[in-house]
């Protein structure tokens, strides 16, 4: 199985910060690589696939990077709605494997 | 509007079995790979099984092979989840989401609570 790893596990920010989070993958994946945001109570959401790709509706302040193994994820400018956790899935392979999450939290 | 609503979820006790499903709506069912994603409380996501199109081809984590089964229902517009032999650690959330064509989930629905204890 393919091991998504994530980093950090949780951080602070404060609205308006950079955040970036990285997945690395434990082999080569190309860009079969998402990230998922979820908010307590609620189902994930889509908001980058391919590595690169920002879904449909999803704000441009989300944006994705890397390929191969080295994946990132940054939000340029973080609003009140961003704090929530982070997930990163390979769809490379099966088990369709996701990193163990990210919490963003409030500063 | 894409829409997936799951139902069938609750408290079962260890070694008991119960169905989920999964109803949508919204656009062409037959036409993408559907998913089951399970999330146990306060854990993070674990994808469970997949189905194709027509139904013909399915995979599972190693930790449900051979106790779920994954079908569906292309006439209804139906996904659906039989586990069978509960365990403790199958408690969680499950989730269906939609396959968009490249291997990413891009609706969910809104999840069910299945509670395996005594």
Not at chain 1, 23 to 50: E, H
Not at chain 2, 39 to 54: E, F, M, R, T, Y
Not at chain 2, 94 to 100: E, L, S, T
Request: proline residues 4%.
């Amino acid at each position: 199985d393919i091991q998504m790893t994530q980093s950090p596990s949780s951080l602070s920010a404060s609205v308006g910060d950079r955040v970036t989070i990285t997945c690395r993958a434990s082999q080569t994946i190309s860009n079969y690589l998402s990230w998922y945001q979820q908010r307590p109570g609620k189902a994930p959401k889509l908001l980058i696939y391919a590595a690169s790709t920002l879904q449909s509706g999803v704000p441009s302040r989300f944006s994705g990077s890397g390929s191969g193994t080295d994946f990132t994820l940054t939000i340029s400018s973080l609003q009140p709605g961003d704090f929530a956790t982070y997930y990163c899935q390979q769809s490379y392979s099966t088990p369709r494997t996701f990193g163990h999450g990210t919490k963003v939290e409030i500063k | 509007e894409v829409q997936l609503v799951e139902s069938g979820g609750g408290l079962v006790q260890p070694g008991g079995s119960l169905r989920l499903s999964c109803a949508a709506s919204g656009f062409t069912f037959s036409s993408n790979w559907m998913h089951w994603v399970r999330q146990a409380p306060g854990k993070g996501l674990v994808w469970v099984s997949h189905i194709n199109g027509d139904g013909t081809s399915t995979t599972y984590a190693d930790s449900v092979k051979g106790r779920f089964t994954i079908s569906r229902d292309n006439a209804k517009n139906t996904l659906s989840l039989q586990m069978n032999s509960l365990r403790a650690e199958d408690t969680a959330v499950y989730y269906c989401a939609r396959d968009n064509f490249l291997g990413f989930h891009d609706y969910w629905g809104q999840g069910t609570l299945v509670t395996v204890s005594s």
